[in-house]
């Protein structure tokens, strides 16, 4: 081969070092970019390890403000609040109760970092019922959509007087934006956020998170959550919660649905938050243990694939860990 057949176009020469490879970069992470998610479980003595999630703590009241704290010296962007009650019923009273464990947490976590975070709370009642659905339920075992709806109508309210900035409505309810706009608008919270869980699909990934929460659910989601074969289904989610007064929208799992962040994220004028959910963060924290995989460097490779994809704001359990890889 003659010097004039060879190639004069070289990608690989803004390559060669760190510094070039940096300066081309097309997709940056940033502190700001992440949301810690963070656990409260009422009557606990002091922070309990969940197993299926390596790092990851149920915090007590106290363990949890301090952690807000140190995350949000660290530089996170917002926290996102789920709480475990002690005592969970049919229809979730805990989660509407003003001295429930979550409200008591957004208090305490707002009196701590005020507005030098954002300050998120989950809006489901997965958490607090004692069959483990997202909602209530009919007389045949099945969610009921409506009278879910009011209930969340109440949880908004509560969780706003709390001290919340946003808002995250999970539930996959139909319906569930509009009904949270009007009720915090009733009651005087037109400046409350709703970060709607707009893409939420039935997922295999979601099983430590249960174990986080120590959730009481039998069976499945199947019938409100989506299912993952489905694409067109997710744009027309999200188009019905922005239609409804979504101030930004979540795709959730992240990792799994990356095409559907892609497609969400050019498809709206809105924020697009992505959440990296409890069994993609355990999948990568069991391959590092048996040594298999660079923990650190599939960290960042993750998360730089779902901002890559079209997320601004990506759900990390990572959080911290990404900052201190960046610095």
């Not at 001290?163 to 009720?183: E, P, W």
């Amino acid at each position: 081969m003659t010097a004039s057949q060879f190639p004069t176009v070289r990608p690989r020469r803004l390559r060669q070092t760190p510094a070039l490879r940096r300066l081309v970069a097309e997709t940056r992470l940033q502190p700001a970019d992440f949301v810690l998610p963070m656990f409260v479980k009422e009557g606990l003595d002091e922070p309990a390890a969940i197993a299926s999630m390596p790092g990851v703590y149920q915090h007590t009241l106290s363990s949890l403000r301090k952690a807000a704290h140190e995350a949000v010296t660290a530089g996170v962007g917002g926290l996102m609040l789920f709480a475990v009650p002690e005592e969970r019923d049919a229809t979730g009273s805990a989660a509407v109760d003003p001295n429930g464990i979550l409200q008591r947490a957004i208090r305490e976590v707002a009196d701590e970092v005020g507005d030098s975070t954002v300050i998120m709370s989950d809006l489901c009642l997965d958490e607090f019922t004692d069959h483990g659905h997202c909602g209530v339920l009919r007389a045949d075992g099945a969610v009921d959509n409506d009278a879910t709806l009011e209930i969340y109508g109440e949880m908004a309210v509560a969780q706003a007087e709390a001290g919340a900035h946003l808002l995250g409505a999970s539930g996959m309810m139909d319906g569930q934006v509009g009904f949270v706009r009007r009720a915090l608008d009733a009651a005087g919270y037109q400046d409350t956020g709703i970060l709607a869980y707009a893409v939420k699909y039935s997922s295999a990934f979601f099983g430590p998170f249960r174990d986080a929460v120590e959730s009481q659910l039998q069976g499945d989601r199947k019938t409100y959550q989506q299912n993952p074969a489905n694409a067109v289904e997710a744009l027309r989610e999200v188009r019905l919660d922005l239609a409804e007064g979504a101030d930004l929208v979540m795709v959730k799992p992240a990792m799994s649905y990356l095409d559907i962040v892609r497609r969400v994220a050019d498809e709206v004028d809105v924020p697009v938050a992505a959440y990296q959910i409890s069994g993609e963060f355990a999948t990568v924290e069991a391959a590092a243990a048996n040594g298999w995989i660079d923990r650190d460097a599939a960290i960042l490779e993750t998360l730089t694939s779902i901002k890559r994809a079209g997320a601004s704001i990506i759900l990390t359990y990572w959080a911290l860990d990404a900052i201190r890889l960046l610095g």
